[in-house]
């Protein structure tokens, strides 16, 4: 009788124990599920424009929505596709990667979780004097001399922020091979985009004059062709300009063009 009672309580905790383990199992594995969805690397961003999102990397996809600028987004992934200006190839996909893709062009995206702030910082250019002043609080901080766009492909005038940063990056040509105004890729140092379509503050490496009348066709002493002309609209100064520019001016800096 004792060895038939040791059996069947042998047996029943058997039971018990295969009862747990079925039952924790799909526990388990939910458990782990649910981990890998909360732990998902994502980052914040904020709408630097009127932004397009759309349901792939390129502008021939579809529209789903548009963004008011500010407008707070996450980000899960950053992936490479049509470059739309400036160089800038990157998209965000600011939908989870197990729902519908939607991206909105890297151009039109801050990183960061609060609105853009000059702190206090302006960038004036001068037209005229060809001559970029930068401001403190009111008061001047740095000056360089600058080539802006020649006279068919002018710098645009007004008040504007500076909205995306790259360093470094390169340059494509919007303009078509055997059109007058392409250029080959160009590596840029340091670059920093006022206004939408491509308005950069930048390095000029090729360059060696800079200051009144360089936005004219003229001779430039190094020796570079490309450098005879005005730009194609940015403004352009030499590399350690360039360089103390971008190290000193936040997202949102103001940048006033006049002459």
């Not at 909105?104 to 995206?109: A, D, E, H, M, R």
């Not at 206004?195 to 360059?207: E, I, K, N, T």
């Not at 490309?226 to 936040?250: D, E, I």
Request: hydrophobic share 35%; aromatic share 16%; net charge positive.
């Amino acid at each position: 009788m004792q060895t038939l009672m040791k059996k069947f309580f042998v047996l029943s905790a058997l039971v018990l124990v295969g009862t747990w383990l079925l039952a924790a199992a799909p526990l388990t594995a939910y458990a782990q599920t649910h981990h890998n969805a909360v732990v998902q690397s994502t980052q914040v961003g904020l709408t630097t424009g009127w932004a397009n999102v759309r349901t792939g990397t390129s502008t021939g996809t579809s529209v789903v929505t548009t963004y008011a600028p500010n407008t707070r987004v996450t980000i899960y992934q950053a992936v490479n596709g049509q470059i739309v200006w400036g160089g800038i190839r990157t998209w965000y996909r600011i939908s989870s990667t197990n729902s519908a893709p939607r991206y909105i062009y890297g151009g039109l995206i801050s990183i960061g979780s609060s609105a853009p702030s000059g702190q206090g910082k302006s960038i004036v250019v001068n037209l005229s004097q060809e001559r970029l002043y930068a401001y403190e609080n009111g008061r001047q901080v740095y000056t360089t001399l600058v080539t802006t766009g020649r006279p068919e492909l002018p710098t645009p005038t007004g008040t504007f922020h500076i909205f995306v940063k790259l360093h470094p990056t390169t340059f494509y040509s919007p303009y078509p091979v055997g059109s007058p105004y392409y250029y080959a890729p160009t590596y840029i140092n340091y670059a920093l985009e006022f206004q939408y379509g491509g308005y950069f503050l930048h390095d000029s490496w090729w360059r060696y004059n800079y200051g009144p009348g360089t936005q004219y066709p003229h001779h430039d002493s190094s020796g570079n062709s490309s450098a005879n002309y005005g730009t194609h609209g940015c403004v352009n100064m030499p590399v350690p300009a360039a360089a103390w520019l971008y190290n000193w001016a936040p997202i949102g800096t103001t940048v006033k063009i006049t002459y």
